[in-house]
């Protein structure tokens, strides 16, 4: 039995990230435009204090605060993968919003959105995963909308339009478990399913599996992606498609393993999502020329091969390491290749032509992300991705292990129709290389450097991730 | 000491990295030269002190323990003459392009970061370690054809060559999990699993295994009908890319059957033997004859590779074919398959350098544009019908060593296949010949196009000193196969035992 407790300190990263947010604004108003790079510093700040503190509580055993958030190893490596990204993100942004009118605006979303993400991932509860759902959503519409370009607010209004669609039938969804199961705790779950009926207990789970599944990107809630990926700017598009990614995909671990198999057999309707998602963002990424739709598909799909960690959840105990350390991987990757984006002004593929030569170490952190997300050793994709398929097979889902596999293959080929230009001379030198952001091209080349590591590495962390 | 020599490549890839992009081609080409020759002095030493059994100059270090992966590098039998094999090639290939001048510094660091994982392929005695530098030398190799490959189609051949052997190693990969899963404890541990023998009753899931393994390493070795990425890749690489690919990169290929498919999936490899024998025949005889009909030079050397790596797949395949003969037939079969591995390499890398150098001077492959180069180019005449004479496996060459090895190992076993890749010989015979005859006697002709160099120089010091040592080795392992073959004998027994049991 985990400890129960009401120890408020035992948030301290929750809180942290909430209270940079409201200080983000309100420092924010009160500072001059030229001199707001000080709220970015104060949420880096709150976002060090968050880590440290998520890294006191991993120490700690497993235990359940307020009733309804559950604090154990998912959440903590949530937590850490989280306020990774989000430092990452504020960080390479930093010349793309600096001295832009909502600047400590663009700084107090992401730290929100980032709350929400991780919120979802403790959620012990139905309730409080909506509350975090929306958490998640209503500053990250916002955010989307944060440039007020033309393109933008297209891009806005779809994700909050699909967003309020997705959070009906979340709510909804939520209402009928409540009636199947008479509780919305996911202890009590399992119990109360038993003695309901099960077809409305299915029919429950998949409606709240579809607004989790709009916050992943997964199919089929997946139509907003591209739009708003190629609608937004690259930091915006990076957040968008990493942080609340990671935590609805743990949400969905944690709410799927609070439901017997026997009652809701949910591990096919996962697998069925799982392999619809990564061969559909595959074979829709083929066609792109634009990076940013390129990479939107490939986040589809990356979505995927997290979902067929998750069709095995229940089956096999390497589930939930590969889980973990594919989110892990997958955010520091992803972050990566929008850097990359971010660092430069082009944005179709054939204007990446002759990036080796003008930029070497810009080009070789692209070429690191992209092939880390193909899963080419040593990055932590590829680990990942070997975690990945050794629980599929010992979960017994051993065709989708294989559909992942040739999907590895398909997705490399859009890769490198990215990768080739990138190395080819130029027939013309470009007129001038405005737009270029300094640490736009730091944090690709440091988040490329970590994803190697943390492949490398996978030793030390993986064991983190296995401690329930 | 096997980490210094597997990274020693890699380290100085790294100091170069540091040099200007601007600097004179000899500042990178000479140092990648040194290391070359460095690391051939280690494994020289290492060729001395190796352990008469089991695996010398181990190291072992957790990695990811909680997935049973470690750091396990080692040295045996089997793996000592492809790894001197590799860096001689690679030493090769380095002072042949001392003088490359399109962007030298790439080129160096990309052929040297290649170095460390073909030497690092063979090394490895853990699945995913095996795995790693197997999937890494196919992405430098991509770069290598796509940025340095002669004409426009080189990209779409870079692309062909990289999806299709891409596909290849998930496939290995998926094999590799199959295995993994069925020890216990899970390991990928290459020793460890070879004693364990977690799927020694056959079955449906070793027959899997085998199967994914299998097909990984034949897109890789290539044998038909994996073959299709291999003649474009290999006309489209520059020179020394060729030279490498076809001499150390299909052997990672072969070797993966000799280290991983055969003593870790024994009751399956002995199952389907004679699937191994009769791929491997196809690929003998379809390669000669397709070699036969081409005109371009790159491309008929390309499609003696397939037919050479398919006497591989015969003697490891006879190997497996337990019932049918004796031990020491089986050992022959297995020597023979190594020593061809080695001679292979050492052969078509000289071929292949050739064939770039009559390239730079003529700027066509097309066989039909040379003629009576005998006369106006002694040396480059005399020391392609050397090469050509030691590929057909005439007797004085290790071709021959080798060959003459798997036939006389395999013949007890099949004879039926044994025959029919014999002819294999004949028509590769004829058809370095008739390659001869076109392209060396008979009339002066060479290709007089716009942009060719106007005197038609015979080769220069550096062409030669790139070449003769291969050559050279060829001939010493055919006149004295002893070093070779008392290396390779014990650890090819050691592998028969673990096939048979």
Same mark, same amino acid.
């Given at each position: ?329 997958y955010a520091l990757t992803n972050v990566g290749a929008f850097a990359v984006v971010a660092a ?11 990036? $080796?030569?003008?930029?070497p170490l810009l080009a070789i952190a692209l070429v690191v992300c992209l092939l880390g997300l ?95 | ?245 076809? $001499? ?66 015969? $003697? ?76 057909? $496996? ?108």
């Amino acid at each position: 039995m985990v400890m129960m407790n009401e120890d408020p300190t035992t948030l301290v990263p929750e809180l942290a990230l909430l209270a940079g947010a409201v200080l983000a604004v309100l420092v924010g108003v009160w500072t001059p435009r030229r001199r707001q790079g000080r709220v970015r510093v104060l949420a880096l700040l709150a976002v060090g204090v968050a880590l440290v503190a998520t890294g006191i509580a991993a120490t700690k055993p497993p235990s359940t605060t307020f009733d309804t958030y559950v604090l154990d190893t998912t959440t903590h490596a949530v937590r850490a993968i989280v306020l990774v990204a989000v430092a990452l993100i504020l960080w390479w942004s930093r010349d793309a919003v600096a001295a832009h009118p909502r600047e400590s605006e663009f700084t107090a979303l992401v730290l929100l959105g980032g709350l929400g993400a991780v919120l979802m991932a403790g959620a012990g509860d139905l309730l409080l995963l909506f509350a975090a759902f929306l958490l998640a959503s209503v500053p990250l519409y916002a955010l989307a909308g944060w440039a007020k370009t033309g393109a933008t607010t297209e891009a806005a209004l779809k994700y909050y339009l699909s967003g309020a669609f997705a959070g009906v039938t979340m709510l909804a969804g939520t209402t009928l478990l409540y009636g199947a199961a008479g509780t919305t705790g996911y202890e009590a779950l399992a119990e109360g399913l038993a003695t309901g009926a099960a077809a409305p207990a299915a029919v429950a789970l998949v409606a709240v599996l579809a607004g989790l599944a709009f916050k992943a990107g997964a199919v089929p809630a997946h139509f907003w992606v591209p739009d708003v990926t190629d609608g937004t700017p690259p930091a915006v598009a990076a957040v968008l498609t990493t942080i609340p990614k990671i935590g609805a995909l743990a949400a969905v671990w944690r709410l799927l393993l609070a439901v017997p198999e026997a009652i809701v057999p949910w591990p096919l309707l996962v697998a069925v999502i799982a392999a619809i998602s990564m061969t559909l963002g595959n074979l829709a990424a083929f066609a792109q020329t634009s990076v940013l739709r390129l990479l939107a598909y490939s986040t589809v799909s990356q979505v995927g091969y997290v979902l067929v960690i998750i069709a095995v959840a229940a089956r096999t105990p390497q589930a939930q390491p590969a889980l973990l350390f594919y989110l892990a991987a997958y955010a520091l990757t992803n972050v990566g290749a929008f850097a990359v984006v971010a660092a430069h002004p082009a944005r179709t593929i054939d204007e990446f032509q002759g990036l $080796g030569r003008r930029r070497p170490l810009l080009a070789i952190a692209l070429v690191v992300c992209l092939l880390g997300l193909v899963g080419t050793p040593p990055t932590a994709v590829f680990v990942g991705k070997l975690t990945a398929f050794t629980a599929a097979f010992d979960g017994g889902m051993a065709w989708l292990a294989v559909l992942a596999a040739v999907n590895t293959v398909a997705s490399l080929f859009y890769y490198l129709r990215w990768i080739a230009p990138v190395f080819r001379a130029q027939a013309q030198e470009p007129p001038e290389d405005t737009g270029e952001s300094r640490t736009a091209r730091s944090g690709a080349v440091t988040a490329a450097a970590l994803s190697v590591v943390l492949g490398v590495a996978a030793g030390l962390v993986l064991p983190l991730f296995t401690t329930s | 000491m096997l980490s210094v020599v597997v990274f020693l490549p890699v380290v100085v890839a790294l100091g170069l990295a540091a040099l200007p992009a601007t600097s004179a081609p000899r500042r990178y080409t000479v140092p990648w030269v040194v290391t070359g020759l460095v690391q051939l002095a280690l494994v020289a030493i290492m060729w001395l002190r190796l352990p008469a059994g089991g695996y010398g100059f181990v190291e072992q270090v957790a990695w990811i323990p909680s997935a049973g992966i470690s750091y396990h590098l080692g040295v045996d039998g089997l793996s000592l003459p492809l790894v001197a094999m590799t860096v001689v090639v690679f030493t090769a290939a380095a002072v042949y392009s001392l003088r490359e001048d399109r962007r030298p510094k790439s080129y160096v660091v990309l052929f040297l970061a290649l170095q460390t994982v073909s030497v690092g392929v063979f090394v490895a005695l853990d699945l995913i370690l095996f795995f790693l530098f197997f999937d890494l030398s196919i992405v430098f190799m991509y770069f290598v054809i796509a940025g340095w490959g002669h004409g426009s189609r080189a990209r779409s051949a870079a692309l062909t060559f990289f999806l299709y052997t891409f596909l290849g190693s998930l496939a290995l990969l998926l094999g590799f999990i199959l295995i993994y899963l069925a020890a216990t404890p899970h390991t990928f541990d290459i020793p460890a699993l070879a004693a364990q023998n977690p799927l020694a009753a056959g079955g449906p899931a070793a027959g899997a295994a085998l199967l994914a393994v299998g097909l990984g390493l034949a897109v890789k070795t290539p044998l038909v009908p994996f073959h299709t990425w291999l003649p474009p890749a290999h006309t489209e690489a520059p020179a020394a890319g060729s030279a490498v690919l076809a $001499g150390v990169l299909l052997k990672m290929g072969t070797y993966g059957f000799v280290r991983i498919a055969m003593p870790l999936l024994p009751a399956s490899w002995r199952q389907f033997a004679g699937v191994v024998v009769v791929l491997g025949v196809v690929s003998v005889v379809y390669g000669a004859m397709v070699a036969l009909a081409q005109t371009d030079l790159k491309r008929m050397i390309a499609y003696t590779s397939v037919n050479h790596m398919g006497y591989v797949l015969l $003697g490891v395949g006879a190997a497996g074919l337990v019932a049918d003969s004796d031990a020491q037939a089986r050992q022959l079969a297995t020597t023979g398959a190594v020593t061809q591995m080695v001679s292979h390499g050492l052969i078509t890398g000289a071929l292949f350098l050739l064939a770039g150098a009559l390239h730079d001077r003529g700027r066509t492959y097309d066989m039909g544009a040379y003629g009576g180069l005998a006369a106006r180019t002694p040396r480059f005449a005399g020391l392609f019908a050397v090469a050509a004479f030691a590929s057909l $496996g005439l007797p004085g060459f290790s071709g021959f060593i080798a060959e003459f090895q798997i036939f006389t190992g395999a013949l007890g076993a099949t004879p039926v296949a044994t025959a029919i890749a014999v002819t294999g010989i004949l028509i590769t015979a004829g058809l370095f010949l008739v390659a001869l005859s076109r392209m060396l006697l008979g009339e002066l002709r060479h290709p007089d196009a716009p942009g060719t160099p106007r005197p038609f120089p015979d080769l220069r010091a550096r062409e030669l000193a790139a070449i003769v040592p291969l050559l050279l080795l060829a001939t010493l392992i055919g006149l004295l196969p002893r070093t070779l073959l008392d290396t390779i004998e014990p650890a090819s027994r050691v592998l028969n035992e673990l096939v048979a049991r």
